[in-house]
């Protein structure tokens, strides 16, 4: 009843309201010890079909039918209902039970006690039904206590260790916290023994594979800790408690969802902690890069920040987010992964974020031995790796996840390579997908971009290209891809029929239709020039 609840068959057998009828207990003594959830008296033919199931069964047996076959058929239902055990009083229906009733008994494996005194039903069933709801207050009194030492330990300054040491300590049995999605965020065993040593192991071998995260294992305990999104029923984590040590019983399962309460307020701080820690970078590095910060103060803000670039060459990095794609709540998770994956490039970095721009911001030490190209290749893979994982490459963007590498220099330049890399990675957007862009060669589409909302540059394009872009919407086949190929191969005409899985002479032909309809020389410098910056130019005024 510790640990349990209710009571066992034996210990209602035990109370005075059934002991005074002088119990006796002719088959399946071995099981006395089941669980009774609840009393029911009751003499009807049909009371099998109205129990659910770990009752305790009072009868005179004026149900029990008359011949041996119907008490046979009235055992086996009872059975097949689950009771805990039939008590059948004598007296005026049975001067001793049937022989076809115990036997029936028995083969079923079912508990039954007959009373050789007439007891009150009414006070039995009070008396064993209070007996059950003390046992329950007297797990709720457990569970509480757990919550109050759990409450105790956050208040003192502990967190999610201290939280799930209690609860294992409590059940004896190791502890997890879990992703959603299976991965292990913290483990805690009992403290003693080889599954308080190494709870890792335990979690392994039980919890580990990949299968059995659908379905937890035999006897565990999981509990959701709530608050992982919007809407009422969003999960932030999972509690797990593995049966190793011993079994675990309803009293466990009450603690470990009073913990989880605790656990859900400690994690929506970190969170919250993480959010504001991560904010607060991004505000320094947007200080940077807006000239508010001094080169000569930024080295020492940096350092409190945790960055320490020991005097190497900083590379600036900008990654920016679709609209679509940028979280719309909390920015710890993201920017939590991110900082994960870039741990993996093996260089001091500073990573903030900046929602409102929808962008992260990076400062690098590009270490000795190290080059520039290099590192952007492994900061860039890291942060579209964070990004999937955080869920914001989602599918059906074209462009989600921007990168863009500024140029690298010290204190004095860092500021305005962050500025250049976050404008040009705005300017970006739209432009032929790549893992990373370099700052550097942007300046023209920066330049564009800026211009983009003066009517001149507007009318530049349409002046440029707009009979083209006419034609094209009346006529086939399209022009406009014909030109942007042969422009971007620099006018090779080998590589840009290559390029469209044209033959030669199509791609010649298709040329000379284009200087007709322009009415322009594309062997010409300054007309190639203006086409180029054409083209580059629809992207932002369109």
């Keep these: 009843m510790a640990t349990e609840g209710g009571i066992t068959v034996r210990r209602a057998l035990e109370l005075p309201g059934l002991r005074g009828g002088l119990p006796e207990v002719l088959t399946c003594e071995d099981r006395l010890d089941r669980r009774v959830r609840w009393v029911h008296a009751g003499e009807a033919p049909n ?22 076959s119907d008490q046979r058929a009235f055992v086996r239902k009872l059975a097949d209902r689950g009771i805990a055990a039939l008590v059948v009083e004598l007296g005026p229906r049975f001067g001793r039970l049937p022989t076809a009733i115990v036997e029936a008994a028995r083969t079923a494996g079912l508990p039954l006690v007959q009373l050789h005194r007439e ?10 039904h209070t007996e059950i709801v003390n046992g329950h207050y007297a797990l709720l009194q457990q569970a509480e206590e757990v919550h109050r030492r759990c409450t105790q330990a956050v208040l003192g300054g502990g967190g999610v260790p201290q939280v799930l040491g209690i609860l294992a300590d409590f059940a004896a049995n190791p502890v997890f916290l ?24 335990v979690w392994e071998g039980l919890r580990g594979a990949r299968a059995a995260r659908d379905a937890p294992p035999a006897g565990a305990v999981l509990v959701e800790v709530p608050g992982g999104g919007p809407g009422t029923g969003s999960v932030r984590a999972r509690l797990v408690l593995l049966a190793v040590s011993g079994p675990l019983a309803a009293v466990h399962r009450m603690a470990a969802e009073r913990a ?41 803000q940096a350092a409190v920040l ?44 500073l990573v ?23 590192l952007a290749d492994r900061v860039a893979a890291a942060l579209r790796a964070g990004a999937g994982r955080a869920g914001l490459d989602r599918a059906g963007d074209r462009t989600p996840v921007v990168v863009v590498v500024g140029a690298e220099g010290g204190w004095a330049t860092a500021g305005a390579g962050l500025r250049h890399a976050a404008d040009a990675a705005t300017a970006a ?68 029929a290559r390029d469209l899985h044209l033959n030669r002479q199509t791609l010649y032909n298709r040329l000379a239709r284009i200087g007709e309809v322009l009415g322009t020389d594309l062997d010409d410098p300054q007309s190639v020039l203006a086409l180029s910056l054409a083209l580059r130019a629809r992207r932002h005024t369109r």
């Excluded at 060459?313 to 998770?333: D, F, Q, R, Y």
Aim: hydrophobic share 45%; net charge negative; aromatic share 4%.
């Design 47 to 68: 009371i099998p079909a109205l129990l659910k199931g770990g009752e305790l069964l009072l009868t005179t047996g004026l149900g029990l039918g008359a011949r041996p």
């Design 119 to 128: 007891v009150p039903f009414v006070a039995v069933t009070e008396e064993i």
């Design 178 to 201: 879990e992703t959603p999605d299976g991965r292990l965020l913290f483990a805690a065993g009992t403290g003693t023994g080889p599954v308080g040593a190494d709870p890792l192991q």
């Design 260 to 300: 989880a309460g605790i656990l859900a307020v400690v994690l929506m701080q970190a969170r919250q902690e993480d959010e504001v820690a991560a904010r607060g970078r991004g505000d320094f590095l947007t200080d940077l890069a807006e000239g508010r910060i001094s080169s000569g103060d930024a080295p020492a």
């Design 306 to 349: 945790g960055f320490r670039p020991g005097g190497h060459p900083l590379l600036p990095v900008v990654m920016l987010l679709a609209p679509e794609s940028a979280p719309s709540g909390s920015w710890a998770l993201p920017a939590g992964i991110v900082t994960e994956e870039l741990a993996a490039v093996g260089a001091p970095v």
């Design 352 to 374: 903030g974020v900046r929602p409102v721009e929808g962008r992260v911001l990076l400062l690098l030490a590009l270490r000795p031995g190290t080059t520039r190209t290099a």
């Design 429 to 496: 957007q739209g432009l032929d997908e790549r893992p990373w862009y370099d700052a550097r060669r942007l300046d023209i589409d920066l330049l564009l971009w800026r211009l983009r909302d003066h009517p001149d540059l507007e009318s530049f394009v349409d002046r440029a290209i707009g009979p083209l872009r006419e034609h094209d919407r009346t006529s086939r086949p399209a022009l406009l891809p014909t030109l942007e190929a042969y422009l971007a191969h620099a006018g090779r005409k080998a590589e840009a």
